[in-house]
């Protein structure tokens, strides 16, 4: 018997918690907040090395942030958005 380890989307979505929901959808909205970043970089053809020394921030911390293996906190986004001359704004709804 093979054993099949995917599950269906919808069957996916419909098990889990509000609790899980606002989760996930708490971490799409900081995996966009990375695309853009990274994308913002690239549209300005500069390298991971070139931003950190134009933000003084580590190549590392690039590194991870685009990576989304670091938990980014909000003065590093700014920085790097600051540093490719770009705001970066949070609001509460």
Request: aromatic fraction near 6%; hydrophobic fraction near 40%.
């Amino acid at each position: 018997m093979k054993n099949n380890l995917t599950i269906p989307a919808e069957n996916f979505l419909a098990d889990i918690t509000l609790q899980e929901r606002a989760f996930i959808d708490q971490e799409k909205r900081y995996y966009k907040i990375v695309v853009a970043l990274r994308k913002k970089r690239e549209k300005l053809g500069l390298t991971q090395t070139k931003l950190a020394q134009i933000s003084q921030l580590p190549r590392t911390t690039i590194t991870r942030v685009e990576s989304g293996s670091r938990n980014a906190t909000l003065q590093t986004l700014m920085t790097m958005a600051e540093a490719m001359g770009s705001t970066f704004e949070v609001r509460l709804k």
